[in-house]
């Protein structure tokens, strides 16, 4: 997945371009480059590998000025990292240059019908395509929009695309299919494109999400959207911008990640607001309103999601069945897409997607598209693809999450997933407790965030090679997610598992060079987890015990422990999850990892 910026009228394009990527880095980093129409009507680019700092460096060494240009911050699909395959792309003859997001599929076949016609590529990308089919489809219409229009026909796969040429000189195009692109407007006349609101945040005071199929042309004179489908104009509202710039900044913070786990006490509080209220036992989720009738025939609940979001969505199939006694199964999307399961109208699908934008769930809901049944979305960023192709949805409210490794945005998930299993339940019995615990649930974590234990932990761990994480029912997810956001920004191998499993088979790991961390809290398993505990220490293995009882017996038996709030069962995934989140935060401080932008990865997977 990439970053894309553009404006025309902007007063210091490149100025607006180099702080957008910076803004979107979090979308991609490994490369980066911008194209700037300057006073002579030339187009200038400067593409880099590594991240924007470097476009940075390399721009302030040439005097760009301009009020026109595009940029791009890359994840590589096609074509390794290197500066020739850095965007903008542009044909031959550096008539037009375009910024891509998204996998063109079908390009190479494109690429060898463009070079039997005398086209010359200089890069490995499928997106340099684009540009050379724009000239190509120029040299017979001799419009830019026409050629445009031509050559998204042409296209198969996912784009979102901005396109300047030194043919029409004073023209922005952008044109979206399954990636999302966000038209800006601001009151000094200038318009912007941008794959996130985000980038938008300091210039743009309205906001217009572009739909599939859509081409805007910009000019400085205005805006104008093209349904490519009707060949109609489009008049949609605009949106007032509600991010502002210290949304995308760090504060007194050293990385995003550290933020957001702070904002993870605001982030359930403001999950819940509005939704529950103890007092009239009942819950409100607004987002669920238009299909009332049809939750009335539901008797299975299908949840899809990917990463941390599936973990979430594991959670919720012991809280759904739990609290709400309804069957739950979850599926990752980049399996659930392509199995023949028999699905019945009764069942509802929940997919959980902090982005929106996951090509992988994405392609799960197109798959049941036509199928009658109901989906829903458990989305964090608003107005996107997911939100708008689900029936209905009950939104994160986690507010902007940058760091790649999601951590405020899962609480806020698990958290809407408690308040659904409420939702669906008849006569929860421990519904008071339940609800009053999870309105104290945030003042409490605020004092555990205080806390020091975790860092002097991970400081006598770090130099592990691998690591064991362990729980059981509802802390079964939490292992998961404990050991992805270990390996996701230490780069420490690790792996997760229902404790009862251990002794079948990956006890054989065990030694005193695998240590292991233990999620043993009070409950039905709490005496189970003390024989996986003994189980481990037998051969030597080092153990970290989770525990929520500071005079657990657990205590003597382990090499350190990490105490946490006590909260009822369903509620535990809430807290343990956060004493995860740190240690795998403070594991890869120890190791002096880029904690936001861990190597590989990109923070919304928008290509399958
Ligand atoms: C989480 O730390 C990872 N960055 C990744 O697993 C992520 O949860 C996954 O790609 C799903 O993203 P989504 O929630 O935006 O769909």
Same mark, same amino acid.
């Given at each position: 997945?990439?970053?894309?910026?553009?404006?025309?009228?902007?007063?210091?394009?490149?100025?607006?371009?180099?702080?957008?990527?910076?803004?979107?880095?979090?979308?991609?980093?490994? @490369?980066?480059?911008?194209?700037?129409?300057?006073?002579?009507?030339?187009?200038?680019?400067?593409?880099?590998?590594?991240?924007?700092?470097?476009?940075?460096?390399?721009?302030?060494?040439?005097?760009?000025?301009?009020?026109?240009?595009?940029?791009?911050?890359?994840?590589?699909?096609?074509?390794?990292?290197?500066?020739?395959?850095?965007?903008?792309?542009?044909?031959?003859?550096?008539?037009?240059?375009?910024?891509?997001?998204?996998?063109?599929?079908?390009?190479?076949?494109?690429?060898?019908?463009? *070079?039997?016609?005398?086209?010359?590529?200089?890069?490995?990308?499928?997106?340099?395509?684009?540009?050379?089919?724009?000239?190509?489809?120029?040299?017979?219409?001799?419009?830019?929009?026409?050629?445009?229009?031509?050559?998204?026909?042409?296209?198969?796969?996912?784009?979102?695309?901005?396109?300047?040429?030194?043919?029409?000189?004073?023209?922005?195009?952008?044109?979206?299919?399954?990636?999302?692109?966000?038209?800006?407007?601001?009151?000094?006349?200038?318009?912007?494109?941008?794959?996130? @609101?985000? $980038?938008?945040?300091?210039?743009?005071?309205?906001?217009?999400?572009?739909?599939?199929?859509?081409?805007?042309?910009?000019?400085?004179?205005?805006?104008?959207?093209?349904?490519?489908?009707?060949?109609?104009?489009?008049?949609?509202?605009?949106?007032?911008?509600?991010?502002?710039?210290?949304?995308?900044?760090?504060?007194?913070?050293?990385?995003?990640?550290?933020?957001?786990?702070?904002?993870?006490?605001?982030?359930?509080?403001?999950?819940?607001?509005?939704?529950?209220?103890?007092?009239?036992?009942?819950?409100?989720?607004?987002?669920?309103?238009?299909?009332?009738?049809?939750?009335?025939?539901?008797?299975?609940?299908?949840?899809?999601?990917?990463?941390?979001?599936?973990?979430?969505?594991?959670?919720?199939?012991?809280?759904?069945?739990?609290?709400?006694?309804?069957?739950?199964?979850?599926?990752?999307?980049?399996?659930?897409?392509?199995?023949?399961?028999?699905?019945?109208?009764?069942? *509802?699908?929940?997919?959980?997607?902090?982005?929106?934008?996951?090509?992988?769930?994405?392609?799960?809901?197109?798959?049941?598209?036509?199928?009658?049944?109901?989906?829903?979305?458990?989305?964090?960023?608003?107005?996107?693809?997911?939100?708008?192709?689900?029936?209905?949805?009950?939104?994160?409210?986690?507010?902007?999450?940058?760091?790649? $490794?999601?951590?405020?945005?899962?609480?806020?998930?698990?958290?809407?997933?408690?308040?659904?299993?409420?939702?669906?339940?008849?006569?929860?019995?421990?519904?008071?407790?339940?609800?009053?615990?999870?309105?104290?649930?945030?003042?409490?974590?605020?004092?555990?965030?205080?806390?020091?234990?975790?860092?002097?932990?991970?400081?006598?761990?770090?130099?592990?090679?691998?690591?064991?994480?362990?729980?059981?029912?509802?802390?079964?997810?939490?292992?998961?997610?404990?050991?992805?956001?270990?390996?996701?920004?230490?780069?420490?191998?690790?792996?997760?598992?229902?404790?009862?499993?251990?002794?079948?088979?990956?006890?054989?790991?065990?030694?005193?060079?695998?240590?292991?961390?233990?999620?043993?809290?009070?409950?039905?398993?709490?005496?189970?987890?003390? @024989?996986?505990?003994?189980?481990?220490? $037998?051969?030597?293995?080092?153990?970290?015990?989770?525990?929520?009882?500071?005079?657990?017996?657990?205590?003597?038996?382990?090499?350190?422990?990490?105490?946490?709030?006590?909260?009822?069962?369903?509620?535990?995934?809430?807290?343990?999850?956060?004493?995860?989140?740190?240690?795998?935060?403070?594991?890869?401080?120890?190791?002096?990892?880029?904690?936001?932008?861990?190597?590989?990865? $990109?923070?919304?997977?928008?290509?399958?």
């Amino acid at each position: 997945m990439c970053g894309i910026v553009a404006t025309v009228g902007h007063k210091n394009a490149p100025e607006f371009i180099l702080e957008g990527l910076e803004s979107l880095e979090y979308r991609g980093y490994d @490369s980066a480059g911008l194209a700037i129409l300057n006073s002579d009507s030339e187009i200038e680019v400067v593409k880099v590998v590594g991240h924007v700092a470097n476009l940075k460096d390399k721009t302030n060494n040439q005097n760009l000025t301009g009020r026109i240009g595009l940029g791009h911050t890359r994840w590589a699909t096609h074509g390794q990292v290197l500066t020739k395959n850095a965007h903008p792309h542009q044909d031959q003859n550096g008539d037009f240059f375009i910024v891509h997001n998204g996998i063109i599929e079908n390009f190479q076949s494109l690429k060898d019908f463009l *070079m039997n016609k005398g086209h010359r590529f200089s890069s490995d990308t499928d997106s340099e395509v684009i540009a050379h089919l724009l000239a190509y489809n120029y040299k017979k219409l001799k419009s830019v929009k026409s050629a445009l229009i031509a050559s998204l026909q042409s296209l198969r796969g996912a784009y979102a695309l901005a396109v300047i040429s030194k043919r029409e000189p004073n023209k922005l195009w952008g044109a979206k299919l399954s990636g999302p692109l966000i038209l800006g407007l601001a009151k000094d006349n200038s318009y912007y494109l941008a794959s996130d @609101s985000l $980038a938008l945040a300091s210039v743009a005071q309205k906001i217009i999400p572009l739909e599939d199929f859509e081409l805007v042309e910009i000019t400085p004179k205005g805006q104008t959207i093209i349904n490519l489908k009707t060949d109609q104009i489009v008049s949609r509202p605009t949106e007032l911008m509600k991010l502002t710039k210290e949304d995308s900044q760090l504060g007194d913070f050293e990385d995003y990640m550290i933020k957001e786990i702070h904002h993870i006490p605001q982030a359930i509080g403001d999950a819940i607001r509005g939704r529950l209220n103890i007092d009239q036992n009942f819950i409100t989720l607004g987002g669920l309103n238009s299909v009332v009738d049809q939750l009335q025939y539901i008797d299975r609940i299908i949840i899809v999601a990917c990463g941390t979001s599936y973990f979430a969505g594991m959670v919720g199939e012991y809280l759904i069945e739990d609290i709400a006694n309804m069957p739950v199964e979850v599926h990752l999307a980049s399996e659930f897409r392509y199995r023949k399961q028999p699905l019945s109208r009764s069942s *509802m699908v929940i997919f959980i997607s902090q982005s929106g934008e996951t090509a992988d769930s994405i392609g799960a809901l197109e798959v049941i598209a036509g199928s009658g049944m109901l989906k829903l979305g458990i989305v964090n960023v608003v107005g996107s693809t997911i939100s708008r192709l689900t029936d209905a949805g009950i939104y994160c409210r986690a507010g902007l999450e940058k760091s790649v $490794a999601s951590t405020k945005a899962f609480m806020s998930q698990v958290t809407i997933l408690t308040l659904i299993a409420l939702y669906l339940s008849d006569n929860y019995k421990d519904y008071r407790l339940l609800s009053q615990q999870l309105v104290n649930l945030p003042s409490q974590l605020s004092q555990f965030l205080n806390q020091h234990q975790i860092k002097k932990i991970a400081n006598k761990y770090y130099q592990a090679s691998n690591f064991m994480f362990l729980g059981r029912n509802y802390n079964y997810p939490v292992a998961l997610e404990g050991a992805l956001k270990l390996k996701e920004i230490s780069y420490i191998h690790a792996e997760a598992l229902a404790s009862g499993e251990l002794k079948h088979g990956s006890l054989a790991l065990i030694d005193k060079k695998m240590p292991s961390l233990v999620i043993a809290l009070s409950g039905k398993t709490l005496d189970k987890n003390v @024989s996986s505990i003994a189980e481990i220490k $037998a051969r030597k293995g080092k153990v970290i015990a989770i525990v929520d009882d500071a005079k657990s017996p657990i205590i003597d038996q382990v090499d350190d422990v990490i105490v946490i709030p006590k909260v009822i069962e369903p509620l535990q995934p809430l807290v343990s999850a956060i004493a995860c989140h740190l240690f795998a935060y403070y594991m890869a401080k120890a190791l002096d990892r880029p904690i936001d932008r861990p190597r590989n990865l $990109a923070k919304s997977v928008t290509v399958e």
